[in-house]
């Protein structure tokens, strides 16, 4: 096995394909494992923070992005009780004087597209889909892995970017799934000419209730609206049918403010997804085989940071492995300490702000009363660590290499 076979990335998923275009950038070939019958997104929204396009630059893809990008001019907290407007960061002139770079949002699929069809174009790329991956073991100086059809693939290095339910975490870290948190998501997508709710068109906005929150904006320059649902439910773990999530929606939201209650009655109920979580790990890597994006790190989507995480993960890597010459491992342990804290404290972060959404009681009171003096200058500041974005050094911080 030469160390200029093509890598195995198992994965199609943002976090995969990043790292074959930022690998292919330097010359390095890959082959993308798909489990899936083509490789494509969920058809719903995404935002990104001026973080992600430190590495869209790099890997050439923000003009591809930004063609069917829209940028909000603000993104709001609200409450969902009152409806009052409790925190508003400015995305408009100044936050892009501030952090150099929009803060976007954008159809997955698009986004998908963009990077496939950059993928498509690149000679070292090999794209395999309806490659569900069943096993994988070390052997002779590589990495082979054996698909669900019975094919097999051999390549000098494994990288897992195969998601939440990540086979190759299971196997590398052993610490069962992700633990459900008690919340449940519903998301939807209508053309904007549908929407009846008295709400803002053009901002993304978060209302933040007990136990229980909404987010929406706008997308493909304003003719689609994007919902997403979230709220805790004892039938969490439970599948039920359309009606039964719309009678349990109408009782948990009964209290909240009238313009929620319209967006709900248009949420499309077919589909549910429980949220998990899963604590930060120090090690991600073992041998020839890493861990990347939510396989390795997947945050509570308080801050909508966890694809954003994947893509600059898959730069890193990238970067890190060219610079390895062939030692993969060295090239892995040292992505674990570049990625650590950044990862760790955005997974941490996304807790306490989950809780901070869905305060209740008095909590909620406290929770109103602080937010009341925060201006655009606090806002900004609060988020330059996660927002200046990630130096793709060679590298790590010796801060971090003390830790590892
Ligand atoms: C409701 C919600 C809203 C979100 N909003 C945002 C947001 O606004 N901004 C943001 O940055 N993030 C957001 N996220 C998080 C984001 O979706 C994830 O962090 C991101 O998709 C992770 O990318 P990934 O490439 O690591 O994994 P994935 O996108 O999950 O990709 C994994 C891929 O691996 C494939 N796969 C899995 N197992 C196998 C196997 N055995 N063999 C072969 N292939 C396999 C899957 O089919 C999939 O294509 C949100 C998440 C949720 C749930």
């Known amino acids: 096995m030469s160390s200029r076979d093509p890598i195995l990335i198992m994965g199609g998923g943002l976090g995969g394909l990043t790292?074959?275009?930022?690998?292919?950038?330097?010359?390095?070939?890959?082959?993308?494992?798909?489990?899936?019958?083509?490789?494509?997104?969920?058809?719903y929204g995404i935002q990104f923070g001026p973080n992600v396009f430190h590495v869209l630059d790099r890997i050439g893809l923000t003009g591809a992005v930004?063609?069917?990008?829209?940028?909000?001019?603000?993104?709001l907290m609200r409450d969902a009780l009152t409806g009052n407007e409790l925190a508003r960061i400015p995305t408009g002139a100044s936050f892009r004087a501030r952090f150099k770079?929009?803060?976007?949002?954008?159809?997955?699929?698009?986004?998908h597209n963009a990077l496939l069809d950059a993928?498509?174009?690149r000679q070292e790329i090999e794209l395999v889909p309806e490659a569900m991956v069943t096993s994988f073991e070390e052997r002779n100086g590589g990495v082979a892995l054996s698909a669900a059809d019975g094919r097999t693939f051999t390549g000098p290095a494994?990288?897992?970017?195969?998601?939440?339910?990540?086979?190759?975490?299971?196997?590398?870290?052993?610490d069962g799934e992700p633990r459900p948190i008690g919340y449940v998501a519903h998301r939807t997508i209508v053309p904007i000419s549908q929407l009846k709710a008295d709400v803002h068109r053009q901002e993304v906005v978060l209302w933040g209730g007990p136990g229980f929150h909404i987010v929406h904006y706008p997308l493909r320059h304003g003719t689609l609206f994007n919902v997403v649902a979230v709220f805790r439910t004892s039938t969490h773990g439970e599948r039920g049918d359309v009606e039964s999530y719309r009678a349990e929606l109408q009782h948990t939201y009964r209290d909240a403010h009238p313009a929620m209650r319209d967006l709900l009655a248009m949420m499309d109920l077919g589909r549910r997804w429980q949220v998990?979580?899963?604590d930060p790990i120090r090690h991600w890597s073992k041998g020839r085989v890493v861990l990347l994006g939510d396989a390795a790190h997947p945050p509570l989507q308080s801050f909508a940071q966890g694809a954003c995480m994947a893509i600059e993960d898959g730069l890193c890597l990238a970067e890190l492995i060219h610079a390895a010459g062939g030692d993969f491992a060295g090239a892995f342990r040292r992505f674990e300490a570049?990625?650590?804290?950044?990862?760790?404290?955005?997974?941490?972060?996304?807790?306490?702000?989950?809780?901070?959404?869905h305060a209740e009681g008095i909590a909620r009171d406290v929770r109103n009363e602080t937010v009341a003096d925060w201006d655009?200058?606090?806002?900004?500041?609060?988020?330059?660590?996660?927002?200046?974005?990630?130096q793709t050094s060679l590298e790590p911080s010796t801060q971090a290499q003390r830790r590892a």
């Open 376 to 390: 655009e200058a606090h806002m900004y500041r609060c988020l330059a660590w996660l927002y200046d974005g990630f």
């Open 276 to 278: 998990g979580d899963r």
């Open 158 to 174: 494994l990288v897992g970017a195969d998601g939440f339910r990540s086979l190759v975490r299971a196997k590398l870290v052993a």
């Open 338 to 357: 570049a990625r650590i804290l950044r990862t760790a404290r955005l997974q941490l972060e996304s807790r306490a702000l989950w809780e901070f959404y």
């Open 19 to 43: 790292t074959a275009l930022a690998l292919a950038q330097r010359g390095l070939p890959s082959r993308v494992l798909e489990g899936a019958p083509e490789f494509g997104a969920i058809g």
């Open 101 to 111: 770079h929009p803060y976007i949002i954008i159809h997955r699929i698009d986004l």
């Open 119 to 121: 993928c498509k174009y």
């Open 66 to 75: 930004m063609d069917k990008a829209d940028c909000p001019p603000a993104v």
